[in-house]
């Protein structure tokens, strides 16, 4: 799977959007973006995911370029909750595995 | 969706011996998958878990150390064998579907500590 490159950390004020960028630019056609979570001391929890279109969920909505070569992760009105590191990841349709990279470091702000 | 138990939740070890970790789920899934999380770092990868056959090692990994069993579809256990407080880490079952546009669910985590 190809890599993709996060900020270590942003923060974003509570009520506010959160939007978290994802630089994938190696992304083969057939890999999907997915978007996880791990709030501290919890497993990861999957948040979105999409392949070319916008997708929206209860959740988050995910903006995914035309070229695909990187995609936003948008949550609409962040609370002290979605403090969580966040991890975007390529996943190809023949492929299993996860494969983490640092993710982001996200601390919604009272 | 999946809902996955792991135990223990946390544990206490002291260093040479070795501690098992199971991890159950609630429906059957085709895949498994054993994570080591070191403190502070990103989620890496051990093995996969294959049912009635020996697991699948990431680089890095190897049976001696890390040995896992899966007798059926939903449990399986990784064992930390020999341990050194450099194992010290959470460690995460995770399960998924064969299809790539389908989600993966992950367990709570153990949290070890080699003392």
């Known amino acids: 799977d190809a890599k993709t490159t996060q900020p270590p950390s942003m923060d974003c004020a509570e009520g506010r959007a959160a939007n978290l960028p994802c630089n994938h630019s190696?992304?083969?056609?057939?890999?999907?973006v997915y978007w996880y979570r791990q709030i501290h001391s919890q497993g990861p929890q999957y948040i979105i995911h999409g392949l070319k279109n916008n997708e929206t969920n209860e959740m988050a909505s995910l903006i995914i370029t035309e070229d695909r070569k990187s995609s936003t992760l948008i949550l609409p009105h962040a609370t002290l909750r979605d403090t969580a590191v966040y991890y975007c990841?390529?996943?190809?349709?023949?492929?299993?595995?996860?494969?983490f990279g640092k993710g982001t470091k996200l601390s919604v702000i009272p | 969706s999946a809902v996955i138990s792991q135990k223990p939740s946390r544990d206490i070890c002291q260093r040479g011996t070795s501690l098992t970790i199971q991890c159950q789920v609630d429906?059957?899934?085709?895949?498994m998958f054993w994570y080591r999380q070191q403190p502070g770092q990103s989620l890496t990868l051990i093995a996969t878990?294959?049912?009635?056959?020996?697991?699948?090692?990431e680089s890095g990994f190897v049976i001696d150390k890390f040995p896992i069993s899966r007798p059926n579809l939903t449990f399986s256990t990784l064992t930390v064998s020999n341990m050194s407080p450099e194992d010290s880490s959470i460690y995460l079952c995770?399960?998924?579907?064969?299809?790539?546009?389908?989600?993966?669910?992950f367990g709570q985590g153990t949290r070890l500590t080699v003392v």
């Open positions: 429906s059957q899934v085709t895949m």
């Open positions: 190696t992304i083969s056609g057939n890999e999907y």
């Open positions: 990841l390529l996943v190809g349709a023949g492929s299993y595995q996860l494969t």
């Open positions: 995770s399960v998924r579907d064969r299809d790539a546009r389908t989600e993966a669910f």
């Open positions: 878990a294959n049912q009635g056959s020996e697991a699948t090692y």
